[in-house]
């Protein structure tokens, strides 16, 4: 692949169709042909599709299909995966088998740190996008900030500026990006980051980076929205048997993961949550019902320990996380 490194302006991260956390859909025709021919119910299933998304972090191959379609069926619109999960032709198939019109269909991936510098970036593209059996991604981060190698980075990310020029992809962002990576991103590049997919719960809040993604117009998607990194190496608390939640969830007669999800949509955060059990990736769809009132809101807020419950990106390195991403 030949392609020319982008120019410097500053440009705003936007292509069409969107139907994710970054942009707002297209109404061609395309984009019309969904599962409803009622006008109001596109709208409203666009709306939830763009702030619940379905992961698969962790999701076996051999189990992503099933997920994926199962997913969909229920009404998730936005799917999340990366290239070191190695399910992204697992994805594919399951959005395939949906029957769900491409245009209806949010597709975001990630670009691993061993694939970071410009032209290996434009090639992983290319991997990822065969994987998916795409030919344009929806959003494309870069999934770790890899401080130890930036300027690799910043070529990487410089790749994917160019990706967005020459439309392969309708929107770039960034994953686990701290405020001291953002800052020098921005300032040395062209194009704002759409979006920076971090951990987000209620017991790891990163209220600081939100606010820094605010004052840069970049949305924040939240990895692990239920706290289910909390139970990861038998952590003394879970989010899941927070004594708040519970109750906030008894008098909602809602669960604790449905209450965690809105708390998330109501503070105007995309969420991706996941599961491989057909309840649960249904229970979590379930969520736009009911509204958490103020002093509900505050109460969660209130929870946040400041301790990170996934690793320091600073500690994600090529010596110690590098990993060969397989050809498509």
């Not at 300027?151 to 686990?176: F, H, K, M, P, Q």
């Not at 320091?312 to 498509?328: C, F, H, Q, R, V």
Request: charged letters at 25%.
């Amino acid at each position: 692949m030949s392609r020319s490194r982008a120019g410097r302006g500053r440009v705003a991260n936007a292509r069409k169709r969107p139907s994710g956390p970054c942009q707002r859909r297209s109404n061609s025709k395309e984009d019309r042909d969904g599962d409803s021919d009622n006008p109001d119910d596109r709208v409203e299933q666009r709306r939830r599709g763009a702030a619940l998304g379905f992961g698969v972090f962790q999701t076996p191959p051999a189990e992503t299909v099933d997920a994926v379609e199962t997913a969909i069926r229920e009404g998730y619109r936005l799917i999340d995966t990366g290239a070191a999960y190695l399910n992204e032709r697992e994805v594919g198939e399951g959005i395939g088998r949906s029957g769900i019109a491409r245009g209806e269909m949010f597709v975001e991936t990630k670009l691993w740190i061993s694939d970071y510098g410009y032209d290996a970036a434009l090639h992983a593209f290319d991997k990822s996008a065969r994987k998916l059996g795409v030919d344009q991604i929806d959003l494309l981060l870069l999934h770790q900030p890899l401080s130890s190698a930036f300027d690799r980075t910043l070529d990487a990310y410089r790749a994917l500026e160019r990706l967005l020029a020459d439309g392969n992809v309708r929107a770039i962002g960034v994953s686990n990006f701290m405020p001291q990576h953002l800052n020098r991103l921005v300032a040395e590049t062209s194009v704002v980051p759409a979006v920076n997919q971090i951990e987000v719960h209620p017991y790891f809040q990163q209220t600081a980076l939100q606010r820094l993604h605010a004052e840069h117009g970049i949305a924040t998607q939240a990895w692990s929205p239920l706290g289910g990194v909390t139970s990861y190496g038998g952590g003394e608390k879970r989010t899941f048997d927070d004594p708040t939640l519970l109750e906030i969830g008894h008098r909602q007669g809602k669960s604790v993961a449905q209450v965690m999800l809105r708390w998330h949509l109501q503070q105007g955060r995309a969420a991706i949550p996941k599961s491989t059990k057909p309840a649960r990736i249904a229970e979590n769809f379930d969520v736009f019902d009911f509204e958490l009132a103020d002093e509900e809101l505050s109460a969660i807020d209130a929870l946040d320990t400041g301790v990170r419950g996934g690793p320091d990106p600073d500690s994600i390195t090529l010596e110690t996380y590098g990993m060969e991403i397989p050809e498509a």
